[in-house]
């Protein structure tokens, strides 16, 4: 089924994603003349102008936050979620990358030393990665950008490829599933990103290529064998006195389908109902898809109120999801405040809230090394800090469900973490049983 | 007669409803109605949302005192045909307490509409705001979240936005702040308008080529009304016209068009090639981040 595709970009500092989303606006001509203030004569030198739209963002020519930007490209569209280099706005691009069903990550090789026996990327590139293969993005487009500011652009092309080879082959979390492509490109010049430069031997996409490809591949994700699940929202009931009363449970199906007839079980209690009717948009239907939000109605009165799950039956079975007091994860700290182990927090997954607790903080990704260091015994001494990205341990006010394998793609897994008092949002991630141990 | 929508709009749909129907656990919501072809569409989005339940949040209108007519009277009846109960807060009222101050009588009413708006909030203790912003209209609105954080000044600050992560929003405010909700920002302005085309959505006549009498300035077109200056050397005609936008009558250009319903409005807005605040508004020309300077401020 058609929908919108939302791209996400990464890259440290000054690496050029807004120059190069820029240029993928402006070369495929579909430039919307609401930015069009930015281009002038001096438009090469200055695409950026697109993207950055707070006045502290041009002042400083750097992108603070999220910008959304729609892209259309011989009639396919896409929504561009430009996100910021800086270190200090991590948790923007962990926002935007959360909602990226394919990840651009900028490379500077100007910024490298290509020299060296063993090239390494930037830390902020290790850490983009890590981000975006925790959060699930299954295609990533490595772009070596500024290759036109090099004496021998091919040996950077080789040693960068290299250097990113060796961190796939590193890569301390799950990517399997994940389609990686490498393009060499000046987002500056123009090369690669939508007209294709002549470059060494190199014959694969330009970018808005891969980006072409990519969306094919995004709607073609195969839809067999996936269990059904929908938070509930609310609950409807019909309004006045009407002659056949209507109770239904209301909320968006985030992945599979449910039908009319349908067996269907409400979690955390287990209970079971079948599916009377579906209704969307007003409108009597007989089956409802993933991303669909419709009000499901059921042959029993049961106590369904938000919070709640409906799933298929096959979702409860042992081993693929399971009730839980505690589970471990990986954890992302968003907030300037450090967390607190042991502090009771609120804890959003799909529509509840419970309460839930960090009893453990393990380890902490180091971006140097792309590897997940173990932090010391003495727990006390450790906090979750701002732009962090760890493996804890959670303790849970309630049972709740949550999937065994691919956690990444599990709606049932990914959680917000909220401060009781302030009501911020400090933390966000996902919780992986594989974590905890045997 | 409805029709089809495309797999790209049955998206956002479905994201529109899901979001409205997030709010239920906010405190005390609010549908933010102007009457304008945005807010209509996020009206309508929050009846399908509760059907066939009634929604059960009213409509806020903030009323600059310098709408079109025929703007009022779609708001009246709008309210009345689908049953919602309607608060209506006077930019009047404010000025008359003291707490707006316009540098001329017929000055533009756009950001003094901020200062009534929060003292609705206030008054009603309204928790959520629905609005019908788009990300694609401005710059600053770019950079928006769908669950957006308001102080107890209706402040905006962009720099310290809340993390929104997947669709789990953060539907939590303090006591006397307020949330904006939009749940049409990934909307454009082509969609909304074969949204309203495929579903038959009732919008103010201004939307659609009429006869009016305006002057030709720096690309606009001046429509003659009473709060507009048609300066001596210019010469005025009629032309067949439509409103892109119908917000503050001193501020807001028609465009030269023979679209006589939505579906003609479509074609022309898809080979239009200037962004509706472009061409259409004179208040957020007066500076790159004027926007963003509202929505600091409190305005929608």
């Given at each position: 089924?058609?929908?919108?595709?939302?791209?996400?970009?990464?890259?440290?500092?000054?690496?050029?994603?807004?120059?190069?989303?820029?240029?993928?606006?402006?070369?495929?001509?579909?430039?919307?003349?609401?930015?069009?203030?930015?281009?002038?004569?001096?438009?090469?030198?200055?695409?950026?102008?697109?993207?950055?739209?707070?006045?502290?963002?041009?002042?400083?020519?750097?992108?603070?936050?999220?910008?959304?930007?729609?892209?259309?490209?011989?009639?396919?569209?896409?929504?561009?979620?430009?996100?910021?280099?800086?270190?200090?706005?991590?948790?923007?691009?962990?926002?935007?990358?959360?909602?990226?069903?394919?990840?651009?990550?900028?490379?500077?090789?100007?910024?490298?030393d290509l020299d060296a026996p063993t090239v390494r990327l930037l830390p902020q590139t290790y850490r983009h990665f890590m981000i975006a293969t925790l959060l699930g993005i299954r295609d990533i487009c490595l772009v070596i950008n500024k290759l036109d500011l090099l004496a021998d652009p091919e040996k950077a092309f080789v040693q960068v490829t290299k250097a990113i080879n060796r961190m796939l082959d590193l890569q301390p979390v799950n990517s399997a599933g994940v389609v990686t492509t490498t393009i060499p490109a000046s987002a500056l010049k123009g090369d690669n990103i939508v007209r294709r430069a002549e470059f060494a031997e190199y014959t694969g996409p330009t970018v808005l290529e891969w980006l072409q490809e990519t969306k094919i591949r995004v709607l073609d994700i195969p839809k067999q064998d996936v269990t059904s699940v929908m938070s509930v929202q609310t609950t409807l009931r019909s309004a006045g006195q009407s002659s056949q009363p209507f109770r239904g449970v209301a909320g968006r199906i985030s992945r599979g389908r449910f039908s009319v007839g349908q067996a269907i079980c409400v979690l955390p209690e287990k209970l079971t109902a079948n599916i009377v009717s579906i209704r969307r948009l007003g409108d009597n239907v007989s089956e409802g898809f993933a991303g669909q939000s419709v009000t499901l109605e059921l042959d029993r009165e049961l106590d369904v109120t938000r919070g709640a799950y409906i799933v298929s039956m096959s979702l409860t079975e042992p081993e693929r999801a399971r009730a839980l007091n505690a589970c471990g994860c990986h954890l992302f700290w968003l907030d300037g405040t450090a967390g607190q182990t042991g502090k009771s927090y609120l804890l959003k997954t799909g529509t509840r809230e419970i309460q839930a607790r960090i009893t453990e903080l393990n380890e902490k990704f180091d971006p140097d090394d792309f590897s997940f260091v173990r932090l010391s015994d003495q727990l006390a001494k450790f906090q979750p800090e701002c732009n962090g990205i760890y493996r804890a341990r959670f303790r849970f006010s309630a049972p709740i469900w949550l999937e065994l394998s691919s956690p990444s793609e599990s709606v049932l897994n990914r959680f917000l973490l909220i401060e009781p008092q302030t009501f911020k949002t400090v933390a966000a991630g996902i919780f992986d049983v594989r974590l905890d141990p045997d | 007669m409805k029709k089809e929508l495309s797999g790209t709009l049955n998206h956002l749909v479905d994201e529109a409803v899901y979001i409205i129907r997030e709010t239920v656990v906010c405190r005390n919501p609010a549908i933010l109605f102007s009457g304008g072809k945005d807010s209509a569409v996020v009206a309508w989005l929050a009846r399908l949302a509760f059907a066939p339940a009634k929604v059960p949040y009213p409509l806020l209108h903030i009323d600059t005192g310098h709408n079109y007519s025929e703007v009022l009277q779609f708001r009246d009846e709008f309210a009345r045909q689908f049953g919602f109960s309607l608060r209506v807060y006077e930019v009047e009222a404010s000025i008359a307490r003291g707490t707006v101050h316009l540098p001329s009588e017929n000055a533009s009413r756009n950001t003094a509409q901020s200062v009534t708006l929060l003292e609705a909030i206030e008054a009603e203790e309204f928790g959520a705001l629905i609005g019908g912003a788009r990300r694609d209209e401005e710059k600053a609105r770019s950079k928006e979240r769908i669950f957006s954080y308001r102080n107890a000044f209706g402040v905006w600050e962009p720099k310290q936005q809340r993390p929104e992560l997947w669709d789990l929003y953060n539907t939590h405010c303090l006591s006397g702040d307020h949330l904006r909700v939009f749940p049409i920002s990934n909307w454009t302005e082509i969609d909304i308008w074969e949204f309203v085309a495929a579903q038959d959505i009732p919008l103010p006549t201004l939307y659609y080529a009429h006869p009016r009498e305006v002057a030709g300035r720096n690309g606009l077109l001046i429509p003659r009304t009473p709060l507009t200056e048609i300066r001596p050397h210019e010469t005025t005609a009629i032309r067949s016209v439509r409103f892109r936008t119908v917000g503050d009558m001193s501020c807001t250009c028609p465009v030269e068009s023979n679209a006589t319903d939505a579906w003609q409005v479509l074609a022309e807005t898809r080979v239009a090639e200037i962004g509706e605040r472009e061409a259409t508004r004179l208040d957020d020309k007066s500076s790159k981040y004027a926007m963003e300077q509202r929505k600091k401020v409190g305005y929608f």
């Open positions: 089924m058609d929908r919108l595709i939302t791209l996400s970009t990464a890259g440290s500092v000054d690496d050029g994603k807004s120059t190069l989303l820029g240029r993928l606006i402006l070369d495929s001509r579909n430039l919307h003349a609401t930015s069009a203030d930015a281009i002038s004569a001096d438009a090469e030198l200055d695409l950026s102008e697109f993207t950055d739209g707070l006045a502290a963002e041009r002042e400083q020519k750097i992108t603070i936050d999220v910008g959304w930007r729609h892209l259309s490209l011989n009639g396919d569209r896409y929504l561009l979620a430009d996100s910021p280099g800086h270190e200090q706005y991590t948790r923007n691009q962990v926002t935007a990358a959360s909602h990226a069903d394919a990840l651009i990550v900028l490379i500077d090789p100007t910024k490298l | -």
